[in-house]
Every structure is written in structure tokens, then in C-alpha cells.
């Protein structure tokens, strides 16, 4: 079965490790190891980069126990018996969304797009062909990141990032 570590190793390197980032048009504002402060302004590690204590161990911690919390278990990782499968799932439910990702996966698999990883789609998950799932998984967040900009052309500047963080997924 898949282990949440190196998924969360992965995603932090993809989200651009340890960083606190404002860029201008991004939508979740203030981030910090990819925490939007705007999608989770009650994270318990705002109050530690509120007063610059971004050495604090406890910093480190908040970020590894948000991440298993709200997308790892959520996705079910501990249940998916591929590991690359479970990681572009963690990865993209972090850049995207949990439910979005829950639901291209869904989507990709033929089962019902609910949003929500149940025993259905986890068996379904796991007797799917691990290469064409990823392959398929791909250019279904491809799309996915083609009609974000499309709608709204400020985006445009993070997709060159999103595809090359898609394709690392699938090399």
C-alpha cells in the first residue's frame, strides 16, 4: 500500500518546500508549503509565521499533520496499493482541490464523479492498470488547467508550472 511520506516529500518539493509566497493573481493569497491562507485562514501554523518563528519544529510538524489530515486520509492513500497512483491523487488534490481531484480520478476510472474516494472507487483505483491510470489521470488535469485559463487568462502564467508538475507525474 502507498505510503504518505515520500507523497508528502514529493508535493513539498512541487509546491516549493518551506517558502512563504504572496504571487500576485494567485488565488489562495499568503501560502506557505502550499497552506493558502485564504482557503485555511484557523491553520495552527499561521500563528508561527505571524510572529517569524519559521524555524520552529512545531512549524514543520503542523505542516506534515495538515497535509495528512486534509488530503492524505481524505484520499484514502493509506488504501491505494500504488504508490505513484497515490501520490499524483495527493499531489493534485493539493494544487487543486480535494474534491476535483477525487472527481477527475472518478472520471477517469468510469465510476460515479461524487468527489468522494469511497470503497467503489478505491477497488476500482487499485485493479486499474497503474500506467493508464496515470496516463489518462494526466491529460484529464491537463484539460482540467486548460479551462481554468481559458476562463480567466490572469492564470495563464501558472500553467506552463501546473503541466510541467502534471508531467513529472507520468515520467
Request: one cysteine or more; aromatic letters at 12%.
Amino acid at each position: 500500500m502507498a505510503d504518505f511520506a515520500p507523497a508528502f516529500e514529493e508535493m513539498i518539493r512541487n509546491e516549493g518546500g518551506y517558502i512563504l509566497h504572496n504571487v500576485p493573481d494567485d488565488r489562495g493569497g499568503d501560502t506557505y508549503a502550499g497552506v493558502a491562507r485564504r482557503f485555511h485562514p484557523h491553520w495552527a501554523g499561521w500563528q508561527f509565521i505571524d510572529s517569524d518563528d519559521l524555524q520552529n519544529p512545531a512549524l514543520f510538524d503542523c505542516v506534515n499533520t495538515f497535509y495528512r489530515e486534509h488530503f492524505w486520509q481524505r484520499l484514502r492513500g493509506d488504501d491505494i496499493a500504488d504508490q505513484r497512483i497515490a501520490e499524483t491523487l495527493f499531489d493534485f488534490a493539493v494544487n487543486a482541490g480535494l474534491g476535483t481531484a477525487a472527481k477527475l480520478a472518478q472520471s477517469v476510472l468510469g465510476v460515479t464523479a461524487d468527489g468522494i474516494i469511497g470503497p467503489v472507487t478505491i477497488g476500482k483505483l487499485n485493479d486499474f492498470p497503474p500506467n493508464e491510470f496515470l496516463y489518462r489521470y494526466a491529460m484529464a488535469k491537463v484539460a482540467r488547467y486548460a479551462e481554468i485559463v481559458n476562463r480567466d487568462k490572469s492564470q495563464s502564467k501558472f500553467l506552463l508550472g501546473w503541466i510541467n508538475r502534471t508531467l513529472k507525474g507520468v515520467a
